[in-house]
């Protein structure tokens, strides 16, 4: 079975894509087969690994909206073991006409669930900075959902609205569904930022990754070249810290039996 995680924060600018580009291409990196999921309707994940958003003649919405299958969607990437359901502006459609389908919450799930058995272990999707019908729809699919928040007031405080939703997904279609926050763009020279990483660690304990991502600038770079940073700058902080974000995942998916080892 596909391990499938959701990325997703309300708020913006928090390194959601380029956690969903790194994390996958660092496993990738490790053997897995890896699909990519862009449901934003900016398209940045698709444009991250070299699409053109638009160019695709299916995309996301697709799947969410005409119910299209996922394998006559994803496109496979220039980097090996990783592939893409690109994602294009008509998202905004599917936001605003998935409420009137009948359980529109969970058509993404259905989608995975009518690919099986699919060839991939992990399955990233990379959810819109808002928190309504599209991403409901990628954690009622989600095995996991990882929320990536700066150590800062307004990105921790919007954790509340986050974990609200988890409530209300595992109340009402997906029980099983568990999250690890990540801290991302630590500045671990900024005193605030060691004090709300600290109360995030006391708040949400196992909750939270033990890895974190610190600054650099070479993250932001390598979306530009369409390339995961993995690939751009290999040896960079970051690229080492997203393949020790991998393998904490790996071993926690191992843990909880759900993927077979490698």
Not at 80 to 108: C, F, W
Not at 131 to 157: C, K, M, R, W
Request: hydrophobic share 40%.
């Amino acid at each position: 079975m596909t391990y499938v995680i959701a990325v997703s924060n309300e708020k913006g600018g928090v390194a959601k894509t380029t956690t969903s580009l790194s994390l996958g291409a660092a496993l990738a990196e490790k053997g897995y087969q890896v699909l990519l999921v862009d449901l934003d309707a900016q398209a940045n994940l698709t444009l991250a690994l070299g699409f053109e958003p638009g160019g695709a003649t299916l995309t996301s919405s697709d799947v969410l909206l005409e119910n299209i299958p996922l394998e006559n969607v994803w496109k496979k990437s220039e980097i090996d073991r990783l592939e893409i359901v690109p994602s294009s502006k008509k998202m905004e459609r599917a936001e605003q006409l998935l409420p009137i389908h009948l359980n529109y919450g969970t058509r993404l799930a259905d989608a995975f669930s009518a690919s099986q058995p699919m060839k991939y272990d992990f399955a990233i999707i990379d959810c819109p900075p808002a928190l309504g019908a599209v991403t409901l729809n990628a954690l009622n699919a989600a095995n996991l959902l990882v929320i990536p928040t700066q150590a800062e007031y307004f990105s921790a405080y919007a954790l509340r609205n986050m974990m609200a939703l988890v409530r209300k997904v595992r109340n009402e279609n997906n029980s099983p569904l568990a999250y690890r926050i990540l801290i991302t763009m630590l500045d671990r020279r900024n005193r605030s930022h060691r004090t709300i990483q600290a109360q995030l660690e006391n708040t949400f304990g196992d909750g939270l990754f033990k890895n974190v991502i610190e600054i650099d600038t070479k993250l932001r770079e390598s979306p530009i070249l369409g390339l995961p940073i993995t690939v751009y700058k290999s040896n960079t902080r970051g690229a080492e810290q997203y393949r020790t974000l991998a393998q904490e995942l790996i071993e926690y998916v191992k843990e909880k039996d759900q993927q077979p080892s490698r």
